[in-house]
């Protein structure tokens, strides 16, 4: 608990841990069948960033009975159950209540080695940071809110929130990395700022190197930005410093994600390892995006 970590342990021997986690989320498509794609594989998510293998899931449903049709609904578990079988996992049931709006996830059951278990503490100074999916989804799915996105960019981020974490995580579990999280609600920065936090460690960040999905940056100069953004970066003041970066930059980073890529720290001996790997487990975004240095523990530096 003291590192904050993405799911719960629980050890039932020397070779078997029980990995837990929770999440749902309110629609961020309007699609009813991509949301709960997209919700399955954000609840997913926390598992993999462990070291786990999901195993089972129960669904967590809210929804308006009597103002939307029970058909959505249906679009909406089909959109999860589809996701959970791509992973192999068995949704073993679940619970429903009414509600004023939609809201759907899972609670997730995975297995792992607890010598393999993987935790946001543990980044070395020296280590190379890698990250998995790009950036934006928070700012596109607030265009999409506003109906600022046209189709294109709708389907271009539709495939990458419900793209599964599960390679970028047989991937780090080949080579061997030193620690990991995923990118969620608190951006790349504030889910960046916990693991140097609890790693006792600061860590530079090239900029150039994060990858971003193009149309973010003219939506951002645009003003289309979420609340929860906006929120990330004001409770990250004096822990980035990004005097060398424009300001719009530093917004991308703190951008609040859904179903975002996987963070890994590794050793700069294993980094080409873990590239290869990541290219070959389909992860075709993922790039080394900065190092971890000796410093105050959670400082973060934007370079160019």
Not at 229 to 236: E, F, G, Q, S
Request: charged fraction near 20%; charge should be negative; include cysteine.
């Amino acid at each position: 608990m003291e590192s904050l970590d993405d799911a719960t342990v629980f050890s039932v021997s020397d070779k078997l841990a029980m990995v837990q986690t929770v999440d749902f989320i309110t629609p961020v498509l309007n699609d009813p069948y991509s949301f709960g794609a997209v919700a399955a594989s954000n609840a997913l998510s926390d598992i993999y960033a462990m070291g786990a293998e999901p195993v089972f899931a129960l669904n967590i449903v809210c929804f308006p009975v009597k103002s939307l049709p029970l058909n959505i609904l249906e679009e909406i578990l089909k959109g999860g159950a589809d996701v959970a079988a791509q992973a192999g996992v068995t949704i073993a049931g679940g619970h429903s209540v009414e509600d004023n709006a939609p809201k759907y996830g899972m609670a997730v059951t995975g297995t792992a080695d607890p010598a393999k278990l993987l935790f946001k503490k543990g980044a070395q100074p020296g280590d190379k940071l890698f990250i998995t999916k790009p950036l934006g989804s928070g700012i596109i799915t607030t265009a999409i809110d506003r109906d600022l996105a046209g189709e294109g960019l709708i389907e271009k981020i539709y495939g990458v929130m419900v793209e599964l974490n599960r390679g970028a995580a047989i991937a780090m579990l080949e080579t061997g990395v030193n620690a990991c999280t995923d990118v969620s609600g608190f951006g790349l920065l504030g889910h960046l700022y916990e693991m140097m936090a609890a790693s006792g460690a600061a860590v530079k960040i090239y900029t150039g190197s994060v990858p971003v999905i193009d149309e973010v940056w003219d939506l951002v100069r645009s003003g289309v930005v979420p609340g929860g953004t906006h929120n990330n970066c004001r409770y990250l003041a004096g822990k980035v410093h990004s005097d060398k970066v424009p300001s719009e930059t530093r917004t991308v980073l703190c951008d609040s994600q859904t179903s975002g890529g996987l963070l890994i720290s590794v050793s700069p001996e294993k980094a080409g390892k873990l590239e290869e790997a990541l290219k070959k487990e389909g992860c075709l975004a993922a790039a080394c995006i900065g190092e971890i240095i000796e410093g105050p523990p959670g400082t973060i530096e934007l370079l160019p």
